[in-house]
Structures are given as C-alpha cells and as structure tokens.
C-alpha cells in the first residue's frame, strides 16, 4: 500500500504533518477530514531515501508524562479511546513513540486492552502498564492517566533539577581539561622551544611538563579512546552481570558526598512510586514488585524483594525494611505509622514530597561545593604550568647577570 505525506491545519489552525498509508490520495484528504483536519498538500511519500533513526532515541519521561496528560484529557471529554489515540499520536513529536501509538491502535483495533498492546512494548514503562490494567478493570482510567501524569511530571521535574545543578560543575571541568590540553599541547612546547634555542637549559619540573605534553601529543587521542571503550565495555558488563551491578550502586550509595544524594533520590523515587501505586489500588505485593524495577538502584531493588516475600509471609513492610543500611530511619518511621493508622499510600506521597525536597537542596548545596573545588584544581595544575615555563626564564636571567 503507498504511503502519502501531508501538511493540515487543525481547529486550531497549527499545522499537521506526517504520513499515513492509504489506497490513494482522497482516501487520505476523506481520512483528514473525518479527524477535524484541513488538508494543505498531499503527496506521494517514498522511503527509499530516508534513514530512520528514530528507533534509537529513547522514549522520555517527559514524554511519557505528556501521553499520558492528553490521553486523560481526551477521554475525560467524551471520545472513545481508538479517537483518543488517534489524536495523541498525532501531537507526538518522538516519531518512534508515535509509531508505538499507532501499533497499539491498530492492536486495540483487533481486540486487545490498552494495557495488553501497551505491554508489548519494552519502551513503556511496565508500571505505567500496570497502573492502566488498574483503572480499566475499575473503570477509573481517566482519573489514573490524570495520576500517572502528575508522577511522571514530578519525576521529570527531579531529573531536570538535579542535572541542572550539576550542568555548571560539569562545564567549568570540562573548560579545565581543555584549557590544561591547550597549555600542554600548543603552548608549552612553543616557548620552551625557544629557550632551549637560545641556549637555555630546562629545570625539573619543566622537563617533567615537557615529558607529559609529548605523551599527549603522542596518545592523547589514543588514551581518550582506550578510556571511552573501557566505559562502553565496563557499562556493558555491569549491565549484564547482577552482582557488579549491586556491587557498584553499593559504593555509589557509600561515596562521600554523593552516598547520601543517591540515597534522597532512590528513596524518592521509591516513595513517590509506591504511594501512586498504592493510592490507584494496585495491590501491596503487586506495588512492592514494580518498586523493585523502577528504583534505580540494584542494592534497594534486591532489599525490595527481599521485603516483598517478606511481606507474603506476613511479615510488616517497615521492619523488613528497617535497618537494612539502605532506606533513611524516617522512611521506615513514617511506614509505621501510615501501617498503623492504615494511610500508607498519603503518607508515602508526603514523604515523597519532603524527599523531592531534600534532593533537591542537596544537589544545589553540592554544585555550591564543587565549583570551588574545581576552580582551585585548575589553579593549582595551570600554575604548576606558568611556573614550569618560568623557570627557565628565571635560569637564563640570573646566567646573563653573572656573565
């Protein structure tokens, strides 16, 4: 079947585009005018040509939280959800996410729930899968779409925040290195070039610059590739391999400084997932589960677990997880309670709050730190260098004052 590419004005008078297949051009100009669309221009489209790497580019959690806002929005107004979907995938700038929309129409179509064609896609998340088989079998799926928007749009908010505290850190190191390269590289060799013509002879620490700045020269580019692949290799490893994985984020969670900063952003993430799960009437163990693969971190996934047959046993949420060096002392606090007084769903969304909160002040108080750090780093290794080409200068001096 060809496929047409159109330009269309909307109701609203914003242009459309994109493809869609059909058996000629009117039945694409009819299908445009049944979606409310004005078409513009219409023509043949031929994919010979065009190399799609759409299917590379991951699905975002922005993106996810957009989804899932206009879907509750068009179904809270009366359309049905083949419409719905529809007018979705058509304001869905990710093209491979649109792609996704229309396979799960075309699934929905031929008689699978939302959750089950959602499903089949590993780019979806699975707890948002979950969270849609909830509100289809009680009938709430506008409300929980309504839900999973605001968790999703917190999540993406925390994400924003904490790489833009460390956007500025990262750039001032970034402008170090390039800047010590450029000394070493460019630089150094040209002066010290001209001293030792004139006769000059070099100090120590000179001649140790001069050493480092022909390694550079030599395999700066092949150093800085052996360490991008050994990442790739190490990624890749600690990916596939469970308990490097649990060995890693266990020192991540013991670092200086940034232990504590991971452990306010796990247990975030855990206590905002666990009480929109919890509050939309997923079942304990069922949320304890998704909370294990969502949390980020192998250490807190395995205590998850550990808790969630801990839980089936009858044993409570909180102690299973109290003491476990994972979870803060007022997580588990505050478990208690809510087990106590039967609100764990609205005290973990609380909770979540105040750790969104901490998160959020940690890595302001963090970036505040490294800055200087970095600044007197690159003082100290750009001064070592001024010095290393000062030196020289000063032995030939204090040669033509004795002379």
Do not use: W
């Amino acid at each position: 079947m060809p496929s047409y590419q159109y330009e269309a004005r909307n109701l609203q008078g914003n242009i459309i585009k994109g493809k869609m297949e059909a058996e000629s051009e009117d039945i694409v100009r009819t299908s445009l005018r049944e979606r409310d669309y004005y078409p513009q221009n219409i023509k043949l489209y031929s994919s010979s040509m065009d190399i799609d790497l759409s299917k590379y580019k991951k699905i975002s959690t922005q993106q996810i939280a957009i989804f899932c806002r206009q879907f509750s929005f068009t179904i809270s107004a009366g359309m049905n959800i083949l419409r719905a979907m529809d007018v979705v995938a058509e304001q869905t700038e990710n093209k491979k996410f649109r792609n996704i929309l229309k396979e799960v129409k075309s699934d929905i179509e031929k008689g699978s729930s939302l959750s089950e064609a959602l499903g089949k896609h590993e780019d979806i998340p699975e707890m948002l899968v979950n969270m849609i088989s909830v509100g289809e079998m009680s009938g709430t799926l506008d409300t929980v779409m309504n839900r999973m928007a605001d968790y999703y749009e917190k999540s993406y908010k925390l994400q924003k925040k904490i790489k833009g505290s460390l956007t500025y850190p990262i750039m001032v190191a970034v402008v170090a290195v390039v800047v010590v390269n450029l000394l070493l590289i460019f630089v150094l060799p040209t002066f010290v070039g001209m001293i030792t013509s004139s006769g000059g002879t070099l100090p120590m620490p000179t001649r140790i610059i001069m050493a480092l700045s022909d390694f550079m020269k030599k395999y700066g580019l092949l150093l800085m590739g052996f360490i991008l692949m050994l990442a790739i290799v190490a990624k890749i490893f600690i990916r596939n391999n469970e308990e490097a994985a649990e060995k890693v984020d266990m020192l991540k969670l013991d670092m200086p400084l940034f232990g504590k900063i991971i452990t306010k952003i796990v247990t975030a993430r855990f206590t905002r997932t666990f009480g929109t799960l919890m509050s939309t009437g997923v079942p304990l163990l069922e949320s304890i589960d998704i909370c294990s693969k969502v949390v980020g971190n192998a250490v807190a996934s395995k205590l998850l677990q550990s808790t969630s047959e801990a839980v089936r046993k009858g044993h409570s949420i909180a102690l299973s997880l109290e003491g476990r060096g994972v979870f803060p002392t007022m997580l588990t606090q505050m478990m208690k309670i809510g087990e106590e007084t039967g609100t764990l769903d609205s005290i973990m969304e609380k909770t979540a709050e105040f750790y969104d909160n901490e998160v959020e002040n940690a890595t302001s108080q963090l970036s505040t730190l490294i800055e200087p750090l970095i600044i007197v780093f690159l003082a100290v290794v750009v001064g070592f260098i001024v010095i290393a080409m000062l030196l020289p200068m000063f032995e030939m001096y204090n040669l033509v004052s004795s002379m």
